[in-house]
């Protein structure tokens, strides 16, 4: 089990940027595969990107954010990242990252552990 803190929610404008992170606590960080996934006032919660464990090779994204959402990981810091760029109002939601074992999933309810959450609010 591993224990999650997002930050780096805010508001800001359509065109804007964020870096989201995600601390983990424990020892085994690099072994999980951690994602990322948002929901929106009245919406079901929604993938929006994954990256496998260790090195990070695979990683995934839902279509509405190719090209300018960025995921990655510092196993040093224990932390996973989400790099938002180009941000627009259709991407004002709360963002949850989350940690299975290994492989990257799409499915919210393959995780084991979620954190909090931060409010990302994109203004147009």
């Known amino acids: 089990q591993v224990e999650l803190v997002e930050s780096g929610g805010g508001l800001v404008q359509a065109g804007g940027s964020l870096r989201l992170s995600c601390a983990a606590s424990?020892?085994?960080?690099?072994?999980?595969?951690m994602g990322w996934f948002r929901q929106a006032p009245g919406k079901e919660r929604e993938f929006v990107s994954a990256?496998?464990?260790?090195?990070?090779?695979?990683?995934i994204y839902v279509e509405s954010v190719k090209g300018r959402f960025t995921i990655s990981r510092d196993n040093a810091k224990n932390t996973a990242y989400l790099q938002m760029n180009s941000l627009k109002p259709e991407d004002t939601a709360a963002y949850y990252c989350a940690a299975r074992h290994r492989i990257p999933s799409e499915v919210a309810a393959e995780y084991h552990d979620w954190g909090q959450g931060t409010q990302v609010t994109v203004s147009s």
């Open positions: 990256i496998s464990e260790n090195s990070g090779a695979t990683r």
């Open positions: 424990g020892r085994t960080f690099s072994s999980y595969a």
